[in-house]
């Protein structure tokens, strides 16, 4: 239970920032593929930005790439997700998730772990 907690989200205005955690159990961060996705209503989830087991290799889907950095605090055990310049298409509920394989992969379905999420609202 709970092996992975959002926490951070909220409401703000065009252009604003937002930082979110993802406090994870050692079991879903130690040697683990971290990502993080979101998803608005109707729409299917959607990759963000992703870190790889090694936390050699980091990747961003094109819609985020320059506003979005994914990081992490490994004696925390704590991922993140520092967003600029924010924008109304960025609102969703946001996921942190992990996998065991050393590789990025964008498809919701490849991650084993995931939290309950938090949710991003951006307003004009």
């Known amino acids: 239970q709970a092996q992975l907690v959002e926490s951070g989200g909220g409401l703000v205005q065009v252009g604003g920032s937002l930082r979110l955690s993802c406090a994870a159990a050692t079991q879903t961060f130690v040697d683990h593929t971290l990502a993080w996705f979101r998803q608005a209503p109707g729409r299917d989830r959607e990759f963000a930005a992703g870190?790889?087991?090694?936390?050699?290799?980091?990747y961003y889907n094109d819609s985020v790439k320059g506003r979005f950095t994914i990081s992490t605090d490994d004696a925390k055990h704590t991922l993140y997700l520092q967003m600029n310049d924010l924008k109304p298409e960025d609102t969703a509920v946001y996921y942190c998730a992990s996998r065991r394989l050393d590789y990025v992969s964008q498809r919701a379905i490849d991650y084993t772990d995931w939290g309950t999420g938090t949710q991003v609202t951006v307003s004009s």
């Open positions: 870190l790889n087991r090694g936390r050699i290799e980091i």
